[in-house]
């Protein structure tokens, strides 16, 4: 009962997302003229003119996005560019060292902050922009992340920032494998480790769920579940990833289908009404996630849909 009730409330018109970091001073240029200019200058010039605008967090100001977003199409499409070679390597103040990962929704970077830290960039498919449905999605995730941040929620993995001009997220660097790194290394053989790694993951998704806004990871699988310092000993942790962009939106016809479907609980797997997104927005979902991720654990066999 508690699993099936547990459902947060629908959301509309989700806040833009703002980066926080560097500030370009003076007028937007014409965006003729800010085609041409470097590319950080360019992404700084789009952030500080998307600050502004959104600084009322109204609907009037959404609508002025909007236009914005129309009018400096071809400046904002050129902002995605990125090279993890010197010097394009360098995006919104972050320096990208070396590539770690893809999926179907975008790329992730090892990358050192102004500050110095070590963080986990990952920018989006540049098709997102222009996508409303997978751009609602990367909106509700990135505030997902920030309540999880808000709570001190133990187990998720940190937020540091993140960025629509071009869609990216930043997070803390988690030294570790992966599950399916080590169900596929043959790491996971002792019944105590994988026990323990349950226990402490079931308890993971458990605090997000009980937070008065009931987060829903609803993409919990293999890869998206860290085990930091596993090579050091008893004194590792698991933790949760990639939640950015575990909001579906139930539509099949996105890039979702490039992910192992058996994984996925059969409601979000069906073509139904997308008014009514109600059955996949329930702790339900991350329940079966869950449980598919630990028999993947147990048998090295990737799950089938509808034969679970």
Known sequence: TDLSSAQPSKDVNLTPVAF???R???LLP???E???MP???VRAQLN???LEILDKQDLEAYAAYARFSEDYDEAIDRAWYVSSTPPKNVLLGYTLIRRVNSGAFGVVYEATSPEGEKVALKLLRRDVRTDSAMLQTFRRGVRSMKILQQHAVKGMVGFRDASEIPALVVMEWIDGPDLDELVKSKSLSDWHTIVRIAHDLAHVIFRAHKLTERV?????RPPNVMVRNFWSGDDYEVVVTDFDLSWHIDSLEHSIVAKPLGFMAPEQLRRRDTRDSSQTRSALVDSFGFGMTLFYVLTSEVPVPDQQ
């Open 34 to 36: 800010l085609v041409a």
């Open 24 to 26: 370009a001073e003076g």
């Open 39 to 41: 590319l950080e200058q």
């Open 216 to 220: 829903l990871h609803r993409d919990i």
């Open 30 to 32: 014409p965006p003729d």
């Open 20 to 22: 926080s970091g560097s």
């Open 48 to 50: 500080a003119k998307a």
